[in-house]
Each structure stands twice: as structure tokens, then as C-alpha cells.
């Protein structure tokens, strides 16, 4: 009869075959039917590249098949998937890949990988879990929505361009998902961008987060600052972004 090797040399042995970048034939032949796990290996990496290609379809077709090919054999050899959930692999290929991509000749390659990666992470997360909610009030701390990024990118990525003839910036972005499950962008001033950052989490009251920021930024708080502000707030109560006030 034969001994099969402990569960844990199994699965070293499972991850290393599927995931290095040649592997020999007795990785394969210490799983058992090596034709079998040759089959399973194209299966394993061709499922976790389509999940890439769809989080960062831009950023590959920028790259092109090959190139997109090499980060992607490089980062299952060098640094694989640890996570069970296929909408969180493409977070570790970028985390991986972003050194690379920042020193390519394109110096917006990276901010274009880095945007499309957060208009991803917004279309997946789990915006069920809020704290109970009341009509908004300065008086007591903001709620925003879970699925909300905030970035800051250096050219236009966020503006679709065939050719690519991306605008400098800097641009700040705030990423959210719409209440027909789309990944909508908004920019934002640094004074708005300032100001969303502070209303994430925390106990303070709105009043005193909005004081703060304006303080931090040496701007007077006047008729049109608080014009501005309500206006602020009006649109990203309608669009969701806002939620209201903790109850």
C-alpha cells in the first residue's frame, strides 16, 4: 500500500507545483497522476489570471499579454496568493507588481494600476455593516459608506483615454459604489478630500471634524466656506456617500 505523505507536505508540494514557474516533473510526480495535476495547474493559473484581467483590464491591455503574463508568472513564484477569496487575489498581484510598474518608462502605468484596483475594491466590498444611522446632524459623528476609496494619483487615469495621453495632476479621488452597484469617481479639492478623510470612523462630532480640517488648512469658516460645505453635503447625502449621522 502506499504512503501518502502528511497533509501539509501535500498541500507545500500542491501550491509550489501550481504556482512556481517551471516546475519539474517530479513536483508532479510526487502528487500521484502527473498528467492529471499538469491539467489542474493550467486550470488553477488560468482562473486566477481571468480574475486579474478583470480587475485591471486597462493596466493589461497597456502592458500587453506578455508583459502582464510576466508580472503575473512572477508574482505566483515569487510571492502567491495566501486568501481563500478570488475578489481579493488581484490586491496581492498589484502589491507585488507596483515597484515594477512605477519604474516603467509610462509614469502613469502605476497610478492607472493603482485606480483601477480601487474601483475594484469598491465594487466588492461589504457595505452591510453600519452603525445605526439618523438624519445627519453636526452635532453628532458621520456615517459614510463602507464602499468608498480614497486616492491620490498623479496623472488622469481616472479619465478613459485610448491613447493614453493622460494630463498631469495631482488628482484626488473619492471611488464609491452608486446605489445601482456601479464604481462612480468623483474629484475632489484637497479642501473636500481633507475634509472626507476626517469624516471616516471616530467619535467626534461633524462640527468639530470640519473646524479641525479648516484650521489644519488656514481656511476662515464664512457664509461661502458653509455655503459650500451644505452644498457638499446635500450631493453626498443623494449619491449615498453619506449616510447620516450615528444614532
Not at 60 to 88: C, I, K
Not at 105 to 127: C, G, I, N, S
Not at 128 to 150: G, I
Request: glycine content about 4%; some cysteine; charged content about 30%.
Amino acid at each position: 500500500m502506499t504512503t501518502l505523505p502528511p497533509l501539509e507536505e501535500l498541500q507545500r508540494n500542491a501550491l509550489d507545483t501550481c504556482f512556481k514557474r517551471a516546475p519539474t516533473d517530479a513536483d508532479f510526480e510526487r502528487l500521484g497522476d502527473a498528467k492529471r495535476w499538469r491539467v489542474y495547474r493550467s486550470m488553477v493559473r488560468a482562473r486566477l489570471r481571468r480574475v486579474n484581467e478583470a480587475a485591471l483590464p486597462r493596466t493589461r491591455r497597456a502592458l500587453g499579454d506578455a508583459a502582464f503574463g510576466e508580472l503575473f508568472s512572477a508574482w505566483l513564484d515569487e510571492a502567491p496568493p495566501r486568501t481563500r477569496y478570488f475578489r481579493e487575489v488581484p490586491m496581492g498581484l498589484l502589491e507585488h507588481a507596483l515597484p515594477c510598474l512605477a519604474q516603467d518608462e509610462r509614469p502613469w502605468l502605476a497610478d492607472l494600476a493603482r485606480y483601477e484596483l480601487a474601483t475594484w475594491r469598491v465594487k466588492q466590498l461589504d457595505d452591510r455593516e453600519v452603525p445605526p444611522t439618523s438624519d445627519l446632524s453636526f452635532d453628532r459623528p458621520p456615517v459614510l459608506t463602507p464602499a468608498l476609496e480614497l486616492l491620490d494619483v498623479g496623472w488622469s487615469v481616472h479619465r478613459a483615454r485610448k491613447t493614453h495621453d493622460y494630463r498631469k495632476g495631482p488628482f484626488h479621488l473619492a471611488i464609491y459604489r452608486s446605489r445601482d452597484h456601479r464604481a462612480v469617481t468623483m474629484e475632489l479639492n484637497p479642501l473636500a478630500r481633507d475634509l472626507v478623510k476626517s469624516w471616516r470612523g471616530g467619535d467626534e462630532p461633524l462640527t468639530e471634524r470640519v473646524r479641525r480640517v479648516a484650521e489644519e488648512r488656514n481656511t476662515a469658516i464664512d457664509q461661502g466656506f458653509l455655503e459650500s460645505l451644505g452644498a457638499m453635503l446635500a450631493d453626498f447625502l443623494e449619491r449615498g456617500i453619506v449616510l447620516g449621522s450615528r444614532a
